[in-house]
């Protein structure tokens, strides 16, 4: 168990819907880090948050958006749901920004767009 | 853009055998991970390498690192079927991001 949560475990939606996932970073860490999995594109990086702000971006579409509240969970909104966003998402977190925090994977959360 | 590719993507291999995972990244990076995931699951930590000529062992698994060739090799020594699961390694890049390669697929047979 890495100490970050995920809910829910499994989500099934349909096309044009809206979805949020949530994630709750190991105690002490400040950054969370949002990744999709999918057959077509692999593992890639979505978006980063540290202390509340955003760090960076990386393959997110415009669809999708993100925040990281005051208590530091963050939660990944998924809208506009096209067959193609079915994916595992993942959140991780680490302590800091620096290239060397070892980042920790939360368990998932698995969207079906039906 | 950091592009980082694994091979193979398939390994099949019989029980007690020994084999190479390569793992080939287009960009300097000092820092390497290898994770393990089994289906439908999360990724789970192997190794962190750090520094060029990095070795680290874990059982049957071992990980290297050869930062000026930008290759990190995971070599798996007498297999056995708990080993069987998708393997993938990890670069980090700027703004401390993983760029993954697309995963091994290891099936260990009796």
């Known amino acids: 168990d890495s100490g970050v949560t995920q809910t829910p475990k499994h989500l099934i939606t349909a096309t044009g819907q809206r979805v949020t996932l949530r994630c709750s970073p190991r105690s002490g860490d400040l950054s969370v880090y949002w990744y999709q999995q999918s057959l077509d594109q692999g593992l890639q990086f979505l978006i980063q948050y540290y202390n509340g702000e955003e760090r960076a971006k990386g393959n997110i579409l415009e669809r999708f958006s993100a925040q990281q509240f005051p208590d530091l969970h963050s939660e990944l909104n998924l809208s506009s749901l096209e067959l193609g966003d079915s994916a595992l998402y993942f959140c991780a977190s680490s302590v800091g920004t620096l290239l060397y925090n070892e980042q920790f994977f939360g368990p998932g959360t698995r969207l079906t767009v039906l | 853009e950091l592009k980082v590719e694994q091979n193979p993507l398939f390994l099949s291999m019989q029980e007690g055998k020994n084999y190479t995972i390569y793992c080939n990244y287009s960009?300097?990076?000092?820092?390497l991970y290898w994770y393990r995931q089994d289906p439908g699951k999360s990724l789970e930590s192997l190794f962190v390498l750090l520094s060029n000529g990095a070795v680290k062992q874990e059982g049957r698994l071992m990980a290297s690192l050869d930062t000026k060739a930008r290759l990190s090799t995971l070599h798996i020594t007498a297999a056995v079927h708990d080993l069987s699961a998708t393997y993938f390694c990890a670069v980090v890049t700027s703004g401390s991001r993983l760029t993954f390669g697309e995963g091994t697929q290891l099936t260990v047979n009796p």
């Open positions: 960009t300097t990076s000092d820092r």
